[in-house]
Structures are given as C-alpha cells and as structure tokens.
C-alpha cells in the first residue's frame, strides 16, 4: 500500500533515524579498534549492511501488515528499539570479551551473541527506512533525500564528536537522536501522542546518560584516548 501525502513527523523521524545508524556504524568502527584489532574496523560496515538487507526482506515479506493503516506504530515501536539496542549491544560486547580461541566453542558463542545484538541496530533502524520507502512510495524522492541528508549529517557530526566525547559516550547520543525519531513518528497518529512523550523522556536520557559517560573516567575512556594520541600514530 502507498500513499502520496507524507504526515507530519515522518521526514524529521526518517533524517534522525539515519543520521543516528550512520552515527553509530562509524563510532562502531572506533570501539572494534579499540577492544579488538584494527582491521576490525570493516566488520562494522558488514553488520550494517547484514542489519540493512535483513529489514528490506523482512519489509517485503511482510509488506501488508507492517505498510498498513498501523505503519506510525511500527515506526514508532522500531525505532524505540534501535534507541535500546544501540547501548545495550555495546555494553555487552565492551563487557564480556572475546576469547580469542576461534577454535572453542566459547569464542563461536560470544562472536555469534555480539553480532547478532549489534546486526540488531541496525536491523531496525533498516526496518524504519524500509517501511517509510515503501509505504511512501510515491513520494519516494523526498523520503530518499531525506534518508541521504540524514546519514550525510550522522557521518559529518561523528568527526567533532569523537574529538570531545569517549566513543560509548556518543553512542548514548546515537540512542537518544532514535528516541526522538520515536516521538517524531508518533507524531503521525494522534493515538501514539502519549508514548511520543514518553519517547522524549527517553531522549533526554540518553543524553543524560552520555553526558555522565563522559565526566566518569572509564578504563574505555582511556585507552581510547591513547589509542588516539599523535604518539601513538592510530587515527582510530
């Protein structure tokens, strides 16, 4: 199902939503730098475009139920989750290391855990981006602006803020901008004003929680920076 008029909401949630992925995919390629090898860094790239084209068939198996009249729902609800899967992922893979023993089943396990949480954000921001495109269709040049302007602000923005903040830290940043994609879609439809609100709330939250991420000291913290020093000749 298309639909030709684009409600209000949609194209704020829509630039958000892809300004916070490619946010989080270039900041992703600084922490495997860091808590692994920096060749790593490419896996990043892999896990968004494993996340991506996993929500574009999801979206076209699925087109009824999720382009339908209840589509601001999804939108909502998917992005919410892109706002709780993005801290989380990193927790867990900056918490619980990988054995490296890729001959043991320990070492398979947690590489199959991680990349499954961290193919998880980016499964939803693609689902968000997917239902947009095709429930819009035939506005689907604004929508595409849109989804190219937002990413091309998340890729700009990364560079000043890796430069004051600790890479978790913008990832909270990354969790707080899906939030407000979350209230900017509930926007859409008048019976998800309330959770808007509350998307907000959440919002501010994780802009609270990367604010303290930044004044408390982590072991992160620091070898990031050192990672980072002229002396040490690592641009991250």
């Known amino acids: 199902m298309t639909q030709s008029r684009l409600p209000q909401g949609l194209l704020l949630g829509v630039g958000l939503v ?3 992925a490619l946010l989080f995919e270039v900041v992703l390629t600084r922490i495997f730098a860091v808590t692994l ?3 790593f860094g490419a896996l990043a790239i892999a896990l968004a475009l494993l996340g991506a084209t996993a929500a574009a068939l999801v979206g076209y198996w699925r087109a009824d139920r999720l382009t339908g009249d209840e589509h601001p729902r999804h939108l909502h609800a998917y992005a919410l989750r892109f706002a709780a899967a993005a801290p989380l992922a990193i927790f867990v893979h900056t918490q619980f290391k990988l054995p490296f023993d890729s001959l043991s089943l320990p070492f398979w396990g947690m590489a199959l855990l991680q990349a499954a949480l961290l193919g998880a954000v980016f499964y939803c921001a693609g689902m968000c981006v997917t ?4 429930r819009y269709a035939r506005q689907v040049g604004r929508v595409y602006f849109v989804d190219l302007a937002g990413a091309a602000a998340g890729s700009l923005l990364v560079v000043p803020l ?3 903040l ?6 909270f940043l990354v969790a707080a901008a899906a939030a407000l994609a979350a209230w900017s879609f ?3 439809d008048a019976a998800l004003r309330a959770k808007g609100r509350r998307a907000l709330l959440a919002a501010a939250l994780g802009g609270a929680l990367s604010v303290v991420n930044h004044l408390v000291s982590s072991p992160f913290s620091a070898l990031e920076r050192s990672a980072i020093a002229p002396a040490a000749g690592i641009a991250g």
């Open 18 to 20: 892809t300004g916070a």
């Open 37 to 39: 090898w920096y060749y």
């Open 131 to 134: 239902i947009c495109l095709m």
């Open 162 to 164: 890796l430069y004051q």
């Open 166 to 171: 600790s890479a978790p830290a913008v990832v």
């Open 186 to 188: 509930a926007r859409m």
